[in-house]
T-cell receptor, first 118, second 109 residues
Framework: DVKVTQSSRYLVKRTGEKVFLECVQD?????MFWYRQDPGLGLRLIYF???????EKGDIPEGYSVSREKKERFSLILESASTNQTSMYLC?????????????????FGPGTRLTVL | GESVGLHLPTLSVQEGDNSIINCAYS??????FIWYKQESGKGPQFIID?????DKRQGQRVTVLLNKTVKHLSLQIAATQPGDSAVYFC????????FGTGTRLQVFP
């Protein structure tokens, strides 16, 4: 079974703090993703990575950065947390489909990190 | 914890009945579709997928139907159980996955 783990289930931070969210997958997937999920808005893609050291902006990258130093690990960084970044953060991974960079197959999700910024 | 979707459409069914959850997708070029189940406080869980060269695919107690003519996808759950209560959402794939906002399924005893 695919396993995607996230470092924290619940996190409370203060405005202005630097926040690191870690994600690890154990299926040797090329692609990894970070989403945030808010009521009524569904899943919105923040950043994704299709290879080590590679990253691509998603639909809402502002206020976030990412790091992919190893294939199995993808980190989301909030440089200076703000209250509007209070959300559920979901990490996902997928195999690369047909060898095409950025084109993936089924995405498998981690359990999520509920971040509250005070 | 906070609900994933406070304003989601809701389908209420009695335990043992069949459930049908619908999804309209936007891009006629989408070639791959996935249904996910998300229980409260958890990440989305893959249920079943279907490629655009098929119109039906069956899994264990679940069937996905694809109608490309009207860009419609449905998930049928047979003999719905209390453990099926969750938010269900579809995703369509072109060069990336686009997720729907979901439908909440409530199962009554």
């Amino acid at each position: 079974d695919v396993k995607v783990t996230q470092s924290s289930r619940y996190l409370v931070k203060r405005t202005g703090e630097k926040v690191f969210l870690e994600c690890v997958q154990d299926m040797d997937h090329e692609n990894m993703f970070w989403y945030r999920q808010d009521p009524g808005l569904g899943l919105r893609l923040i950043y994704f990575s299709y290879d080590v050291k590679m990253k691509e902006k998603g639909d809402i990258p502002e206020g976030y950065s990412v790091s992919r130093e190893k294939k199995e690990r993808f980190s989301l960084i909030l440089e200076s947390a703000s209250t509007n970044q209070t959300s559920m953060y979901l990490c996902a991974s997928s195999k690369r489909a047909g060898g095409l960079a950025g084109v993936g197959d089924t995405q498998y999700f981690g359990p999520g990190t509920r971040l509250t910024v005070l | 914890g906070e609900s994933v979707g406070l304003h989601l459409p809701t389908l209420s069914v009695q335990e043992g009945d069949n459930s049908i959850i619908n999804c309209a997708y936007s891009n006629s070029a989408s070639d791959y579709f996935i249904w996910y189940k998300q229980e409260s406080g958890k990440g989305p869980q893959f249920i079943i997928d279907i490629r655009s060269n098929m119109d039906k695919r069956q899994g264990q107690r679940v069937t996905v139907l694809l109608n490309k003519t009207v860009k419609h996808l449905s998930l049928q759950i047979a003999a719905t159980q209390p453990g099926d209560s969750a938010v269900y959402f579809c995703a369509e794939n072109t060069d990336k996955l686009i997720f729907g906002t979901g439908t909440r399924l409530q199962v009554f005893p």
